[in-house]
Every structure is written in C-alpha cells, then in structure tokens.
C-alpha cells in the first residue's frame, strides 16, 4: 500500500498503525504488521516484524486481538553498516 506524503512525513522511529474496520463491518485478519520504505536514494528502511495476530471481529476465523480499529505499534531498525562492501586497504 502507498502513503501519501504527508503520512511519509509523520513517519518517526516509533509509529502506531491503525488500521479501521469498513460500515458495514468487514472481517479481515493482520498477521506479521512491518511497514517497509524504499527511500529515493534506494535505501531500505524497515521496521520490526510485530508477530501478533490481530482480527476486526469475532468470526470462526478469528485469532490473536479482537476489535477495530486495530492498533499496531511499529519501530523502525536502526541502519546497520553495510558488511558487503569491500574494505579499504589499511
């Protein structure tokens, strides 16, 4: 899914995703949550995987947290030093 570029631009290293139910209400389920950006200078940037299994509404189907809007909490990884590379001679 897209963001719009005021979304893009509320990003900071700590976000909530909510994530809300159609009228009438919809069931859907929101397993393994992680927002994944490819900045224009291709740099990745990703947050961690939440493992959680999240529902909209009680139904068969359901598991992990039931209700809508459904709230994820996402934190971005820090940029870690790219280890492919070839290293300058010391």
Sequence with gaps: MALTPEALAALMEQNTVEIANSEPPDAFKVRCARI????????????DTDPGAYTSVGWEFA??????PLRIMLTFRRPQADTTSPQAPM
Excluded: F, M, Q
């Design 36 to 47: 994944e950006i490819v900045n224009s200078a291709e740099v990745k940037l990703v947050t």
């Design 63 to 68: 598991e992990g947290k039931v209700g809508s």
